[in-house]
Every structure is written in C-alpha cells, then in structure tokens.
C-alpha cells in the first residue's frame, strides 16, 4: 500500500444494569422518589414498542458504549484497508507464482524475459519499433526500402510480414532509408511491415499485430 496505515481496534463496553434481591432492575428515581424514564434525543418519553408504557431508567454498574457514526466508519474503513493489502498480497504472490513457474521452465534466467502485463517494469524492455515496406520484395532479397529505419539496429532480429507470410531474419546493415537482412525465403507486398515485436498487448493481452492495405482512388472535381 502507498500509505502507512494501522488499524486501531475499539473496545465496546457492555451496558450493564443493578438488580435487586428480587432479580429485579432497578430504576433511578428523582429527589422526590419518583422513577426516572428514558427520554429522546429531544427529551421525550421512550415509549415500550408493546405496553406504550414509558420506559424506566434503570441504576447502571457500568455505562456501556454508544453507538456513533464514528466507530462504524473505523470498521468500514478498517475493512476497506484490509481488503486493499489482500489485493496487493494477492498480486505479489501471482507475480512470484509467474516467476517460478518460468524459472522452472528455463532455470537461470527467473523470468528477466517475461512481461507479465500487469504495468510494472521487468527487467529487459520489450522492443515495439516497427516500420513499413515501400517497396514490394520477391524472397531471395536482402535490401528492404522502408519509411524509417529509426531504432533499428545491425544484428538485432526483427520480423517481415503482411496478410500472406511471415518470417525473422538478421538484420546485418542499417541506412537512412534501407535494412539489409538476410535472404527472405518469402515474397512481400509493400505495405509489409519489419519490426522488432509483430504483437500488441492491450487488457492484460498479447494479441498478433494489425495489418492492412488501403486503396485510394482520385477523383477530379469540376
């Protein structure tokens, strides 16, 4: 949690009424003898639910606590507060269990490769730089003309692909406006994009990348 917080219990005192031999309660009189009833808020006369006889105010040994606004609201958000560090604990064991079970599938790395998509840093970036083919390629090529060659780098692997194939190669020479790669073993239409990652995460997902073509025809106004 981004705050400190410590839960402050509060100890209710029971409401405890004096009897007499007879078992019986006894009730708190005035200077003149006579019984004290229960009153209101506005000091009036609380009234039996049954009898509608007014309700004596009966000797106590012990004031017991009353019942505020106050203390419910201490609960709720006691409550609220707990819930909130079982969330968090929650995350924190699934974010292990993740690690574990990756470290156990590939011993030695715990999971310096994984992104488990929940927004929090990991420990390598995961690359997102793409770019677009302006030039359609027949496989065997090496040369891709693209629109931008920023963020890629020699000897890093990237993905081709469009609506029909898909491969990865070795790029081994970057230009202003050219990537050198390996021989492709596939043929690409322009418009095929190169890029480090052909996925896209939204929701918690990992989901394959858009693609598309468009056509556009001019028309002439008279």
Do not use: C
């Amino acid at each position: 949690m981004d705050e400190s917080y410590v839960y402050v219990p509060l100890f209710w005192m029971d409401d405890i009424i004096e009897f007499d031999e007879s078992n019986q309660p006894i009730p708190e009189r005035d200077d003149n003898g006579d019984i004290v009833y229960e009153t209101g808020q506005f000091g009036n006369l609380i009234l039996h639910p049954i009898t509608k006889e007014p309700i004596p105010k009966y000797k106590r040994l012990q004031r017991g606590t009353l019942h505020k606004a106050d203390y419910e609201n201490n609960q709720e958000e006691g409550i609220a507060k707990a819930h909130a560090r079982l969330d968090d604990t929650d995350n924190w064991r699934l974010k292990k269990d993740i690690r574990d079970e990756i470290n156990d599938k590939s011993p030695g790395n715990a999971g310096s490769f994984a992104d488990a998509f929940d927004g929090e840093p990991t420990r390598i970036k995961r690359e997102t730089v793409s770019t677009v083919l302006t030039a359609p390629r027949a496989a065997g090529t090496t040369v891709l003309n693209v629109d931008t060659t920023d963020g890629f780098k020699p000897f890093t692997e990237v993905t081709v692909y469009d609506g029909t194939n898909s491969e990865d190669v070795l790029i081994t020479d970057v230009t202003a406006s050219t990537i050198t790669v390996q021989p492709l073993v596939n043929d690409y239409v322009k418009g095929a994009r190169i890029g480090r990652s052909n996925a896209k995460i939204a929701d918690g997902q990992m989901t394959s990348g858009d693609w598309g073509t468009y056509s556009i025809a001019l028309m002439e106004e008279v």
